[in-house]
């Protein structure tokens, strides 16, 4: 029988057959081929499951993915750590206050989307919160949307913008991500209140969310569609991406690269480099260029 990974704990994962959720566990010998990751199947993968006499369901195969997000794990070794996969899109949830999303976090998840050839949406929630500071709000829907994407802005506590975010999701996969805190849960349960995700408060001492969230789980929407709403995480290290490469996953740096001398410009010091000299005009935005640079030199915090 056929079904797909709703929920992965580790060791068992819950599997949908035709609506009705089977927990399964994994046969010792199934690996992915050329995979060395935190576990062999995730959430979103299509799968191929087997019943016991007991009852008990063993996933005996997985499906070739069409796609995924992966990061490298968080433990100290070498291992990644794929969050999703088959997702039609995803979108990264952010705030501006309580607490404040990173830029560099931002950018990391974007060239990961723009590596696996996930198409990438932000969603700035807490957009309340976020008018109190204008000029910020200015300078962040100037740097995301002069680079190509996409800004949907809401609130999950007032229903503010919600509607956008429906239509978004609306028949896809999508994958929902970002720091914890910036209310994701909330906003999954302002989107599909059958959901009841957990939800969380804000640490006030460190103005960071508590994690709400242990497993990446699968929300069937009622108007169609998925959302893989994931564990909130602090740090998206980058994993298979080659230095020489890693200006490919920036757009507006891609763009300009073309009237660089070089043609293995670094974008870094050479003379005569598009890609500095639309920075210094303005037509890339520094914030952008200084993530490019960080994630260039990495420091091995997030890798």
Known sequence: MKGIVIESTGSWYKVDIDGTIYDCRTRGRLRLKGFRSTSPVVVGDKVEVEFAEGGEGMIVAIEPRTNYIIRKASNLSKESHIIAANVDAAAIVVTLAAPVTAPEFIDRFLVTCEAYKVPAVII??????????????????????????????????????????????????????????????????????????????????????????TFSHVYPLSFGGRIIDTPGIRGFGLIDIKPEELYHYFPELMLHSKGCKFYNCTHTHEPHCAVIEAVTEGLISMSRYESYLKILDDDGKYR
């Open 124 to 213: 700035l929630n807490k957009i309340d919160l976020a008018r109190q500071t204008p000029d910020e709000l200015a300078a962040f829907r100037q740097i995301y949307t002069s680079a190509g994407y996409r800004i949907i802005e809401c609130s999950a506590l007032t229903g503010e913008g919600v509607g956008e975010v429906v239509e978004l999701l609306r028949g896809k996969t999508t994958l929902l991500s970002g720091n914890s805190g910036v209310g994701k849960s909330t906003l999954v349960n302002a989107i599909e209140p059958s959901a009841l995700a957990k939800t969380g408060e804000i640490s006030e001492a460190h103005l960071q969310g508590k994690h709400t969230t």
